[in-house]
Nanobody, 121 residues
Framework: QVQLQESGGGLVQAGGSLRLSCAASGRTFSNYAMGWFRQAPGKEREFVAVIGRSGGIKSYADSVKGRFTISRDNAKNTVYLQMNNLKPEDTAVYYC??????????????WGQGTQVTVSS
């Protein structure tokens, strides 16, 4: 089992920045690719970003490319999502996940509880 706990969400104005963190505990953190997904009210959960086990490969949704950066610190069992130039359409609950390197939520084994990000216009 892997337990995931997100933090860093909040309310920010458009154009602002937030940094999400996800602390993992349980099984070996470096065995898993780590992903971020988000879900807005009335919408399906969507892929945001994923990072490989060593941090050497990354992938982003087109909607966040150039604005968001995913990173990880395997010594601290933590994955981060730096979000810059936030837009109102980024408003959602953001979830941290652990599993296989993929853009599909079905390939992830473990999920955090989520953290709310709200971007005001």
């Amino acid at each position: 089992q892997v337990q995931l706990q997100e933090s860093g969400g909040g309310l920010v104005q458009a154009g602002g920045s937030l940094r999400l963190s996800c602390a993992a505990s349980g099984r070996t953190f470096s065995n898993y690719a780590m992903g971020w997904f988000r879900q807005a009210p009335g919408k399906e959960r969507e892929f945001v970003a994923v990072i490989g086990r060593s941090g050497g490969i990354k992938s982003y949704a087109d909607s966040v490319k150039g604005r968001f950066t995913i990173s990880r610190d395997n010594a601290k069992n933590t994955v981060y999502l730096q979000m810059n130039n936030l837009k109102p359409e980024d408003t959602a609950v953001y979830y941290c996940t652990a599993g296989s390197y993929s853009k599909s939520p079905s390939t992830y084994d473990y999920w955090g509880q989520g953290t709310q990000v709200t971007v005001s216009s």
